[in-house]
Structure formats: structure tokens, C-alpha cells
């Protein structure tokens, strides 16, 4: 019986790591311009997430712990969701603003760029706070 309590222990530990894994949501793509997002079967989000990292020099773990800062070193906010259009390129990056109310807004990627930040691999816009808490806000796929 002492045997099982240390197994049971174990898969309670794992299953909460699991359960809290922080890929879920991290890939989405849109079917078309305007429809709601859905997330996509995770083999097909690594590939595309993974894609779509090399096109900034980052792995894909580099840019989806990105922060956003402006060229003066403002932090701006933090990468959440990558979104893919149908073809699964990349077209918007998912930011939680920095501020009251954690809003999540869609960043067009042509707004942003790499830099190096102290050994650190994150994204810089020229956009002002106020133009970024302007961009269409995000709403997550349904489940």
C-alpha cells in the first residue's frame, strides 16, 4: 500500500503540470478576416509557431515570452497568442497591455521588430501606448 501513495503522488504532480501547461491558446488561427479564431491541434501549432519565430530570428519559446517595448525601453506589454491567418502565416501577435485591466489586444507584425534586451530576445514598436490600446481587442476561440 506505501508503495502506491508515492505513484499516486507522482501522476497528481504530473497531471498538474499538464493541466497548467502554458501552450493552450498560444497558436490560433483565423479562418478568414473577421472570424472568430480557433485554436489549433497542437503538432499543427508547434510547426506553425515555429515557422513563424524563425521570421524574427527566435525560437518559438523566445517569442512567446516576448515582452513589447517602444524604441525609448518602455515596457509595453507581454506576448500572449500568436495568431495565423488561413495559409498559417503570421499575422498578429496577441499582447496583454501593461496597466490596469490586463487588456489583450491584436498587434499587426508588421508593427513590430527583434531586440536584443540585455541577452534577452524581445519585440520593439514604434506604436504609442494609446495607439496600441486602440488596436482591435482580442477575444480567444470558444471551447
Excluded at 472568430?36 to 491541434?41: I, K, R, S, T, Y
Aim: charged fraction near 20%; hydrophobic fraction near 45%.
Amino acid at each position: 500500500m506505501n508503495r502506491f501513495v508515492p505513484l499516486a503522488a507522482i501522476l497528481c504532480l504530473t497531471g498538474g503540470v499538464v493541466a497548467c501547461s502554458d501552450r493552450d491558446d498560444d497558436v490560433v488561427q483565423a479562418p478568414a478576416p473577421g472570424a472568430a479564431p480557433v485554436a489549433l491541434p497542437d503538432q499543427q501549432a508547434d510547426a506553425a509557431a515555429s515557422n513563424a519565430a524563425l521570421a524574427f530570428n527566435m525560437t518559438r519559446d523566445q517569442l512567446e515570452d516576448a515582452g513589447l517595448y517602444s524604441r525609448a525601453n518602455v515596457d509595453l506589454g507581454d506576448v500572449e497568442t500568436l495568431v495565423l491567418d488561413a495559409s498559417g502565416a503570421l499575422t498578429h501577435l496577441v499582447v496583454e497591455l501593461e496597466g490596469p485591466g490586463d487588456m489583450k489586444v491584436r498587434v499587426p507584425v508588421a508593427d513590430v521588430a527583434p531586440i536584443d534586451r540585455n541577452g534577452d530576445r524581445d519585440l520593439v514598436t514604434d506604436l504609442t501606448p494609446g495607439q496600441l490600446q486602440a488596436l482591435p481587442a482580442w477575444t480567444p476561440p470558444v471551447r
